[in-house]
């Protein structure tokens, strides 16, 4: 089975964590830095992940203070 891409793999996890209550609304997500060093990968599939997350409405980005899990995540 073909590896899936990292971007998705953070998508994937970052939802799990969201869903099963790890991840409250409100908290700060791990930094870019952070998240390279985590997944092992660059900051391009990480920003895109991010993206992703933040227009799927689960996170929000604030530019210069960091990503957060949104108010009201969808179900």
Do not use: N
């Not at 099963?20 to 391009?44: M, N, V, W």
């Amino acid at each position: 089975m073909p590896r899936q891409p990292v971007y998705e793999q953070i998508i994937a996890d970052v939802i799990a964590s969201i869903q099963s209550g790890a991840l409250q609304p409100g908290d700060k997500l791990p930094s870019i830095a952070q998240l390279c060093e985590q997944y092992r990968a660059s900051p391009t599939p990480i920003r895109f992940a991010l993206r992703i997350l933040d227009e799927r409405g689960w996170i929000e980005v604030h530019q210069g203070k960091g990503s957060f899990v949104a108010d009201e995540p969808p179900a």
